[in-house]
């Protein structure tokens, strides 16, 4: 899942298959365990996998990826206690990780076009949650301060964006940010990093906004 | 009877849980409800104190839930209202010697007696927060008008969605009209631009809080004070009551620019 709440850096590409899957990521390590199918047998997975590890994860603390699936209070108890049959240590649950739309996983080509793909949200995110993408990010809602949305390709925000922002994330300062209005406690462009208030640039009314490089600075101009 | 749960918080310590928990809970029992308060701030326990029943403190909430005692017995009557009653948090005890299914397992059982249970939960978003809101059917988010208090309550807002409460109630605490005015505080308008969900009520900042607070009797029933007023409103719109908001000496546009908030 790209939306973490506990700011870990969600790689994209990783999204789970049917198998449950350990990540490394600058937090520690987390377990995803996919939405679909039953608990049950990826609870036997992990057991499988735990006894073939030989102790490899003894002492290991561990975050729990769950996207939207909600485990009962029974499905916990028995994943909690074969964490610590094998000396794993319960971090935290990604359950905050609220709704999230499945990604097109690959940008593909469409009459010889080059499509990326779009990830859309239709809430407002509020401060702590974060959205990592390959691809754009449209987002129905505002980006409240202490939200972050990283995006390879633009991000369009349906709303105020008074978070961080950074598009072009893997180098492409031709990428925008566009939102109804720009207000935030950063942005990104590629390289190139703008904090709210201070050298951005930025007029003074409330109309569509739209945010791009120019001259080795990021500039807000009003969009028309 | 089928009693409704409500989780008072904040995310930010010191906004005014506490204060807004033993308040809207007396209102409720002027109004002839009956109304359970819960204290789920194990550790740092303060509604007895704030409601002046600390002296009668025999069993608390872990004693229920470890079943030493019938809950019944650990229910403490208010001094001034026999419909109203608290459940204290232990003094002494681990934050985390409660669970969240002991805490919906409690809040399943008051529904059958209670009109309404309110839990005072303890600051931040660890155990004792998902203790809180484990039993809960909807929120109310308490936070002063300022900029980290908002961002806590945004935060919190957010978490719980993912416990399906997904219309919390908005009270805003300790607003001065005058700070207001000069520019120095932020005003209703900019708390609610940024975490837009339902405001319940402002309250403002008031010293006769603090004398309240030490005689144990909530301002809420003081009929002649500000505050007690803002109170009461709040109680009034949790009951579905549609009641104007005070101006509290704000500008004109104050009052239009809130009632078009609401309407939203
Ligand atoms: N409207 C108000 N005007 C003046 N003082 C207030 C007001 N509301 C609360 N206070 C004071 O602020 C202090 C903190 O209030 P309270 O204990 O209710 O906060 P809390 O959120 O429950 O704190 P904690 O996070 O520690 O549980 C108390 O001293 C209280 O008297
Ligand atoms: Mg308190």
Redesign the interface.
Known sequence: MPLSDNGDLMQPGSLPGNNIVFKGYRSGLTLIIPEAGPFENYLQELRDHLKNSHNFFNGAKINLELGNRQLDTEEKAALIRLFQENGLVLRSTGESASPVKRPASKSKAIHGEHVVPTFTIKKTLRSGQRIEFDGNVLIWGDINPGAEVMASGDIIVMGKLRGTAHAGMQGDRNARIFAFQINPVQLRIADVIARGGEKLKRTKDFRPEIAKVKDQQIIVEKFN | MSGKVLVITSGKGGVGKTTTCANIGTGLAIRGKKVALIDADIGLRNLDVVMGLENRIVFDLIDVVEKNCKLRQALIKDRRFDNLYLLPAAQTKEKDAVKP?QMVELCEELKLDFDYILIDCPAGIEHGFKNAVAGADDAIIVTTPD?SAV??A??I???L??YEITDPKLVINRVRPDMVRRGDMMDVNDVND?L?ITLLGVVPDDQSIIVSTNKGEPAVSEQSSRVGQAYRNIVARIEGEDVPFMSLDFDLGFFERIKRLLKK
């Open positions: 299914e900029v961002r806590d945004d935060r807002i957010g978490l969605q993912t940024i837009a």
